[in-house]
């Protein structure tokens, strides 16, 4: 467990969800694509870190609490150390141009990581009860009010969270899988 979330977080720059779910789905299985959606989700509605709230749900779910602080100690030790020694190189060398356009550069290459592990996650969606276009449809109204609107987190879970909550609620209600009770 120390090894798996070190190894993930070496990799992780600007943002792990890329790597969370190619080392917890692809690579180690550990997780389905569908329970990585799910727990994500979670992780993204706790106060704090996204793939500490990751690290902490899958490691409690494989060996308890003990699993759950493994994960967390994986995830933060070596990067701690990284980030000692570059803040330091930083303080040298970080005006220098090449350095600047080192840092523009990883910026697309972590834009291009986000983009592709959502469209690895869109074939989850197909499974959720309210459907495709219901998805689409909250995805882009997320968007738009991220993007135009500039919501903080806040009014977007309070707004599109409750009503997507509330209508996968209404839905799974009214259309319930054959052989639930």
Known sequence: MFLAFSILS??????????????LVEKRAWLTPERFLADWAVAHVLPGPNVV????????????WTGAAVAVAGLF?????????LAVGFESYGS???????????????????ASTAAKMLPSMRAHPG???????????TLALVLVLRWPL?????????????????????????GAR
Not at 10 to 23: D, K, L, S, W
């Open 10 to 23: 070496m990799q992780g720059f600007g943002g792990v969800m890329a790597i969370a779910r190619r080392e």
């Open 53 to 64: 709230n990751l690290s902490v749900m899958v490691g409690d779910r494989f060996f308890g």
């Open 77 to 85: 030790t070596f990067p701690l150390l990284l980030v000692l020694l």
């Open 96 to 114: 220098i141009a090449a350095v600047q356009g080192a840092l523009k550069g990883i910026a697309a290459v972590v834009t291009a990581l986000i």
């Open 131 to 141: 459907g495709r276009l219901f998805c689409l449809f909250c995805g882009m109204v």
């Open 154 to 178: 806040p009014w977007i879970l309070g707004s599109v969270g409750l009503t997507a909550w509330a209508w996968t609620y209404y839905w799974l209600g009214a259309h319930p899988k054959p």
